[in-house]
């Protein structure tokens, strides 16, 4: 097996060559980690021809090896940009994918350069512009319409990765003995989140929710929809990291879309905007929506997958009864 590292430059130029994915003429300058991320390792590659980005998936998540990941994770992620790759609308806002390999699990993609993501929204001074609302809901509008399938089968069923994110959607963030101290994320919080966790009316309907999420459905979502797969290049807005893709419910993909837009605080003329230019935003179940758009707020604040949020603790009181009410009513 091999084992991506970014202190072993020698090993991937020798691990690159066998591959052909460098030729013998090129030779790296300089590995460095491509951007934030938690589950994956992910490294920006420099050669004297330009550059490209790798991406191993491992049995557990890398900011947190005692939590268990499936393996192969990255081969759906790629099984993605394969498959989207025959629309050129969706195509064009991705990454290409330009190799895989199978048994070590790593996959290269096309590098769209030292983007921002979209992750300063938490900082809570920035505005979302309605062109951006634009391109974002123009990804889902066509995603969603054009992979849609008459009869739901089990092709990028993903479910693995499915049973992770159920567990820190739908299930530890409500747990009262889950082991994690909110406090030390900020102190009151724990207290704030446990009327939340003892609370069976709310656990009942989220539970649902998770049977929803867990339902096969008609629509190819991306699956983890939030600015941090958003990133801000030179060529506009790019989509990536769609390793929590499958066939679902629209209304996933839309109602994480929205919570963060609501974690971020933005104003609601934005949100409404986002419902505005969703094309079958009527054909969507509504209470389905609200609560996916509650519980992504709530797991957000009270669960393991922490935004650098820089709210007070009275803005996420105030965010916890809002997604309260979303779920509930
Ligand atoms: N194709 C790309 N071009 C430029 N930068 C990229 C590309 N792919 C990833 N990055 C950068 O690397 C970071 C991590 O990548 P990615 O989100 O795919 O990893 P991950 O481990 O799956 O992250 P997460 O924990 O959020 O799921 C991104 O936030 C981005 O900054
Ligand atoms: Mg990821």
Request: charged share 25%; hydrophobic share 40%; proline share 2%.
């Amino acid at each position: 097996m091999f084992i991506l590292d970014a202190n072993a430059q020698h090993e991937l130029a020798h691990y690159l060559t066998e591959k052909q994915w460098l030729s013998p003429e090129d030779a790296i300058i300089s590995l460095s980690k491509a951007g934030q991320g938690n589950m994956n390792y992910v490294l920006r590659v420099t050669t004297n021809q330009g550059s490209f980005i790798i991406k191993q998936s491992r049995g557990y998540v890398e900011k947190y090896p005692q939590i268990k990941a499936p393996e192969k994770r990255v081969l759906t992620e790629a099984a993605f940009y394969a498959k989207i790759g025959t629309v050129e609308r969706i195509k064009k806002r991705m990454p290409e994918l330009l190799g895989l390999d199978v048994s070590n699990n790593i996959m290269i993609l096309e590098d769209l350069g030292q983007a921002n993501d979209f992750n300063s929204l938490y900082d809570l001074n920035k505005v979302v512009s309605e062109n951006e609302i634009s391109v974002l809901v123009s990804y889902l509008n066509v995603l969603h319409q054009q992979f849609s399938k008459v009869k739901a089968d089990d092709e990028l069923d993903n479910l693995e990765m499915r049973k992770l994110n159920y567990e820190h959607i739908f299930n530890y963030p409500f747990l009262e003995d889950n082991g994690f101290d909110l406090d030390t994320i900020q102190e009151g919080l724990q207290t704030l989140a446990i009327q939340y966790k003892k609370d069976a009316f709310l656990k009942e309907k989220i539970e649902l929710l998770g049977e929803f999420y867990m339902t096969k459905g008609h629509y190819l979502l991306h699956g983890d929809y939030y600015p941090g797969s958003w990133l801000q290049t030179t060529d506009g807005i790019k989509i990536i990291d769609p390793e929590f893709c499958y066939y679902g419910l629209r209304e996933f993909d839309l109602g994480v879309f929205i919570a963060h837009l609501y974690l971020s605080n933005q104003s609601q003329n934005i949100i409404d905007k986002v419902k505005l230019d969703y094309y079958d935003f009527q054909d969507l179940d509504g209470s389905i929506l609200n609560g996916f758009i509650g519980v992504e707020i709530m797991r957000r604040l009270i669960g393991l997958a922490q935004l650098p949020l820089q709210s007070n603790l009275n803005d996420k009181k105030r965010l916890l009864e809002l997604a309260y009410k979303l779920i509930t009513n």
